[in-house]
T-cell receptor, first 113, second 115 residues
């Protein structure tokens, strides 16, 4: 069964610090992995997408990495800001899976002053 | 360009009542979908559509109906609400070419409580 596991479940960090969120998956055959940010009371918004051939991709202070061999991805947030407080969701899709997506449960990040 | 608009934002129903959650997008996306988000669980697909007149079931379709008469609108109907349908519902749309990994564009959700 295709699964996506995210860790930690929740995280509290001080403003200005860095943090790394993890996503492990068993989805196969792998097509792509996308990270979404979901602010409280809002819908998820795409941050970045990783395909099989990509190892690293940045979007401002967000950097995603992918190791397709170990089926792991991470999202690194640099110099965190209060506005980074949100849930971060990892979504993995498989080749020839049609419109089916595999969602992780998310990591809840709280950035405190 | 409003993106994906969902109405209402909040709704309380009694068991057995019916209602329609509205979803509209102005990005000319072929693909539209409905998800529910429950505490401690990932988003789960209820129904989806790849174009006007075409709908299909997702992972958790029971108790819900959809129709797609236009490209813009994709309403979700609860036929006879049950407490198990208490959830936050998200509508999402994207271009239909999933091979390119088109991102989903989500609305801001409808929080439904069934008592």
């Amino acid at each position: 069964k295709n699964q996506v596991e995210q860790s930690p479940q929740s995280l509290i960090i001080l403003e200005g610090k860095n943090c790394t969120l993890q996503c492990n998956y068993t989805v196969s055959p792998f097509s792509n992995l996308r990270w979404y940010k979901q602010d409280t009371g809002r819908g998820p918004v795409s941050l970045t997408i990783m395909t099989f051939s990509e190892n690293t991709k940045s979007n401002g202070r967000y950097t995603a990495t992918l190791d397709a061999d170990t089926k792991q991805s991470s999202l690194h947030i640099t110099a965190s800001q209060l506005s980074d407080s949100a849930s971060y969701i990892c979504v993995v899709s498989a080749v020839n899976s049609g419109y089916a997506l595999n969602f992780g449960k998310g990591t809840s990040l709280l950035v405190t002053p | 360009n409003a993106g994906v608009t969902q109405t209402p934002k909040f709704q309380v129903l009694k068991t057995g009542q019916s209602m329609t959650l509205q979803c509209a997008q102005d990005m000319n996306h072929e693909y539209m979908s409905w998800y529910r988000q429950d505490p401690g669980m990932g988003l789960r697909l209820i129904h989806y559509s790849v174009g006007a007149g075409i709908t299909d079931q997702g992972e958790v379709p029971n108790g819900y109906n959809v129709s797609r008469s236009t490209t813009e609108d994709f309403p979700l109907r609860l036929l006879s609400a049950a407490p198990s349908q208490t959830s936050v519902y998200f509508c999402a749309s994207s271009y239909s070419d999933r091979s390119q990994g088109s991102p989903l564009h989500f609305g801001n959700g409808t929080r439904l409580t069934v008592t």
